[in-house]
């Protein structure tokens, strides 16, 4: 407990959450647990708000991790935490820091119109959901085992296709020989193919044979370089349906001009969220 007079005068936790993981797949000693399951949220302090407002620090992902520290003291190591509790934590932080309503702009597809929609993140909390990894996906005498990602490799992912992305609208808009462009946008294809390849085989926790278990991410990914197809689609095809149990549901809107119906995707993008 604190000597300080003013300790009374501290911040104190706006609610409680409990994360989609339910705290599993973070390793040992970057989780505390509590006995009823939930973890208090507190608000953001105006050292968190400076965090957020710095361009590197957003960029490298710093900035989150600071602040989901900050506000969620539970989560001992941020950058350990599945990726699969990102918009929820993200998403209690705003609460408890600015109150449950967003504005969000959208822009009718039919007429044009712009206008501000008041999203309710506390309905935004009560959608997301966590996959079943318990069971296999189980292909001949295969069964493949998946974990979900942690921030750290979500934000490193997202490091590396934001660089590629950048490299290949420098060399479109570059006045270079046509012949270096394509060579230099080939690499730059066959790198993102291998980020790809890499991340589906992070997603993979093991795989069972009949006569050995299989952890070792170098025989994994081996195993991913060297498989038919029909089974690498298939193991991209399950990673693709767990990550949509914890995306975020686009909204269902109504233009008030046309009255056209639409729907709405959006993110919580720590670089705009908290404005």
């Known amino acids: 407990m604190s000597d300080n007079p003013l300790s009374d005068y501290f911040r104190s936790p706006e609610l409680y959450i409990t994360l989609p993981s339910e705290g599993k797949f973070f390793p040992e000693g970057a989780y505390e647990a509590t006995e009823v399951g939930e973890i208090p949220v507190y608000p953001m302090t105006a050292m968190d708000e400076i965090a957020y407002r710095t361009p ?50 959208t822009a009718c597809p039919k007429c044009k119109e712009v206008a501000d929609y008041e999203l309710d993140l506390r309905e935004v909390l009560g959608q997301l959901g966590s996959p079943n990894y318990d069971d296999p996906l189980p292909i001949g005498e295969l069964k493949i085992y998946f974990r979900p990602l942690t921030y750290q490799e979500v934000n490193d992912n997202s490091k590396i296709n934001l660089e590629e992305t950048r490299l290949a609208m420098m060399v479109q808009d570059a006045e270079m020989d046509e012949a270096e462009k394509i060579h230099l946008l080939s690499e730059a294809f066959l790198k993102v193919s291998n980020y790809t390849l890499d991340t589906i085989a992070k997603n993979i926790d ?67 969220f908290f404005e």
């Open 56 to 105: 590197d620090a957003l960029y490298n992902g710093t900035a989150v991790a600071t602040v989901i520290k900050s506000c969620l003291p539970n989560i001992k190591d941020p950058w350990k935490m599945p990726a699969i509790d990102l918009s929820t934590v993200l998403a209690a932080i705003r609460i408890a820091s600015f109150g449950p309503l967003m504005d969000i702009e």
């Open 206 to 272: 093991h795989i069972d044979t009949p006569g050995a278990v299989t952890d070792d991410p170098k025989h994994i990914l081996e195993f991913l370089r060297n498989c038919e197809r029909e089974i690498y689609e298939a193991i991209k095809a399950k990673i693709v349906s767990q990550r949509a149990n914890t995306e975020l549901k686009p909204l269902a809107i109504k233009c008030d001009k046309c009255e056209h119906e639409y729907e709405q995707p959006y993110t919580l993008d720590m670089s705009n």
